[in-house]
């Protein structure tokens, strides 16, 4: 069981500041009965256990889940999805340990699919990826400071992010109803109907992407891939899993003219191949004889994306005018892999894998 | 609730780190043939770098042969049962090698 401290009401947060318990941001103190509020919804045991970093010999509880959730600002309704993306990110394939040590400075991003989306109040369109929501904010911030406080992840300790990204605070998609026809992020994973999955992917920070005038929706796509094989994004040319954002207008139009989301995934996957000659001219040396032997394949490329399975394809983004985004994962596909969870109302969660994320 | 209540809180962080004591093997210089391993991150120039090293060494101790191990990623630990059978062949190992 936690630690109890008592501490003045009025000095709690400066009291968390002081430790580093916190992200730089306040935290709301996390008194017993507000963390038992969250342990009731899931009706775990506080010392029940969500999972492990081995390489770390530290294993995450419950109850500290729910504390540190407390201090993120869930609502207690909200805790069983935070379970379910703890327990994914635990999961050996995230391969937590190296995702939130390497210099590479990795968001832990959570993608949301499903009832819970509009229940909860995500934001799924405008403002997706922006400020704004009590459940985007909170439920990626509370999965952050289990990494910071629980497992070390804090700069000076096990985070050595070289340069990191805003998502670090929190970095929550939720998807919106895709256009019809089209199956969901949650159903393509195999989750049942009226369920609601959650993804992690330890990703860089997301691009932004315009289209605003080409009429064709293969322009789109041809937009999106140019910006997946930018020389300057370290996965580019060796293969990783990434995740793309398709924004009101690029969705609704590629629906329309009849792409399916598996078209989309084979299409960007093509695309986003580059030559050595290209990543070489903007100055990025191949890496040879290492983990990643960069060996141009038989068409002469390499890839950005390790498979089109590997392209987190997710529908998001509020009306406006030609904008879409992706984020690629921070590290090739051999280092760490996108994991997923069902998120059940009470006890621990379910894993998902009915798409190899 | 008056300004100066005292309240009760729960400690966020990890509360069970205990490192158990352990002693470490004796230091000998080793006087016999006995194969050198070198673990190999996967990062580029890792082989190379541990290589020169290598060779450093075997102008100082009877190293009769160097071995290589690499890793298929610098993210993660050496598989066990690997880590194993080259604990029982070496007498030395290097590895430990960052960005």
């Given at each position: 069981m936690a630690e109890q401290l008592n501490i003045s009401s009025t000095e709690a947060v400066e009291y968390f500041f002081d430790r580093g318990w916190t992200d730089g941001l306040p935290i709301v103190p996390p008194t017993p009965d507000l963390v038992e509020k969250l342990l009731g919804v899931v009706d775990?045991?506080?010392?029940?256990?969500?999972?492990?970093v081995p390489e770390r010999d530290r294993h995450l509880t419950a109850e500290k889940a729910a504390i540190n959730s407390v201090m993120a600002g869930?609502?207690?309704?909200y805790f069983p999805l935070v379970v379910a993306a703890l327990e994914a990110i635990l999961d050996?394939?995230?391969?937590a340990h190296a995702a939130m040590s390497?210099?590479?400075?990795a968001a832990l991003c959570l993608i949301v699919s499903g009832p819970l989306v509009e229940e909860h109040g995500f934001?799924?369109?405008?403002?997706?990826?922006?400020?704004?929501s009590r459940a985007n904010a909170s439920i990626g911030r509370a999965v952050r400071l289990v990494a910071m406080n629980?497992?070390?992840?804090?700069t000076g300790l096990m985070d050595a992010s070289s340069i990191g990204h805003p998502g670090k605070y929190s970095m929550v998609l939720a998807e919106t109803t895709p256009p019809r026809g089209w199956p969901t992020f949650a159903e393509e994973l195999?989750?049942?109907?009226?369920s609601t999955s959650v993804t992690v992917l330890a990703a860089e920070g997301p691009r932004q992407i315009a289209n605003h005038?080409?009429?064709?929706?293969e322009g789109w796509l041809l937009t999106i891939a140019s910006a997946m094989r930018c020389?300057?994004?370290?996965?580019v040319g060796k293969g990783a899993q990434v995740a793309v954002v398709l924004g009101y207008e690029a969705r609704e139009s590629l629906a329309r003219d009849g792409w399916s989301k598996d078209g989309i995934r084979s299409f960007l996957a093509q695309h986003s191949r580059i030559s050595a000659e290209e990543l070489e001219a903007a100055g990025v040396l191949l890496e040879l004889?290492?983990?990643?032997?960069?060996v141009p394949e038989e068409d002469g490329l390499l890839p950005s994306?390790?498979?089109?399975?590997?392209?987190l394809l997710v529908t998001a983004g509020g009306p406006g005018a030609g904008w879409s985004a992706y984020m690629p994962a921070w590290a090739p596909i051999q280092h760490s892999r996108a994991t997923s969870r069902l998120v059940t109302k009470v006890g621990h969660s379910e894993i998902l894998g009915g798409k190899d994320v | 609730m008056s300004s100066c209540e005292i309240s009760i809180v729960l400690r966020p962080?990890?509360?069970?780190d205990q490192v158990e004591d352990f002693v470490p093997a004796p230091r000998s210089v080793p006087t016999e043939p006995f194969t050198l391993s070198i673990i190999d991150n996967?990062?580029?120039k890792a082989k190379q770098l541990l290589g020169e090293l290598a060779s450093l060494l075997e102008d100082r101790f009877p190293i009769a042969k160097v071995e290589l191990v690499s890793k298929s990623s610098a993210g993660k630990p050496l598989e066990a049962d690997v880590a194993q059978s080259v604990a029982v062949r070496s007498r030395m190992v290097i590895t430990g090698l960052g960005d």
């Amino acid at each position: 069981m936690a630690e109890q401290l008592n501490i003045s009401s009025t000095e709690a947060v400066e009291y968390f500041f002081d430790r580093g318990w916190t992200d730089g941001l306040p935290i709301v103190p996390p008194t017993p009965d507000l963390v038992e509020k969250l342990l009731g919804v899931v009706d775990l045991a506080p010392d029940a256990v969500l999972g492990s970093v081995p390489e770390r010999d530290r294993h995450l509880t419950a109850e500290k889940a729910a504390i540190n959730s407390v201090m993120a600002g869930c609502k207690p309704e909200y805790f069983p999805l935070v379970v379910a993306a703890l327990e994914a990110i635990l999961d050996p394939e995230f391969n937590a340990h190296a995702a939130m040590s390497s210099t590479g400075g990795a968001a832990l991003c959570l993608i949301v699919s499903g009832p819970l989306v509009e229940e909860h109040g995500f934001f799924h369109l405008n403002n997706v990826l922006g400020s704004g929501s009590r459940a985007n904010a909170s439920i990626g911030r509370a999965v952050r400071l289990v990494a910071m406080n629980v497992f070390g992840a804090r700069t000076g300790l096990m985070d050595a992010s070289s340069i990191g990204h805003p998502g670090k605070y929190s970095m929550v998609l939720a998807e919106t109803t895709p256009p019809r026809g089209w199956p969901t992020f949650a159903e393509e994973l195999g989750a049942p109907s009226g369920s609601t999955s959650v993804t992690v992917l330890a990703a860089e920070g997301p691009r932004q992407i315009a289209n605003h005038l080409n009429p064709d929706p293969e322009g789109w796509l041809l937009t999106i891939a140019s910006a997946m094989r930018c020389p300057a994004t370290f996965t580019v040319g060796k293969g990783a899993q990434v995740a793309v954002v398709l924004g009101y207008e690029a969705r609704e139009s590629l629906a329309r003219d009849g792409w399916s989301k598996d078209g989309i995934r084979s299409f960007l996957a093509q695309h986003s191949r580059i030559s050595a000659e290209e990543l070489e001219a903007a100055g990025v040396l191949l890496e040879l004889d290492s983990a990643h032997n960069m060996v141009p394949e038989e068409d002469g490329l390499l890839p950005s994306v390790s498979s089109p399975d590997d392209i987190l394809l997710v529908t998001a983004g509020g009306p406006g005018a030609g904008w879409s985004a992706y984020m690629p994962a921070w590290a090739p596909i051999q280092h760490s892999r996108a994991t997923s969870r069902l998120v059940t109302k009470v006890g621990h969660s379910e894993i998902l894998g009915g798409k190899d994320v | 609730m008056s300004s100066c209540e005292i309240s009760i809180v729960l400690r966020p962080d990890y509360e069970d780190d205990q490192v158990e004591d352990f002693v470490p093997a004796p230091r000998s210089v080793p006087t016999e043939p006995f194969t050198l391993s070198i673990i190999d991150n996967g990062k580029p120039k890792a082989k190379q770098l541990l290589g020169e090293l290598a060779s450093l060494l075997e102008d100082r101790f009877p190293i009769a042969k160097v071995e290589l191990v690499s890793k298929s990623s610098a993210g993660k630990p050496l598989e066990a049962d690997v880590a194993q059978s080259v604990a029982v062949r070496s007498r030395m190992v290097i590895t430990g090698l960052g960005d």
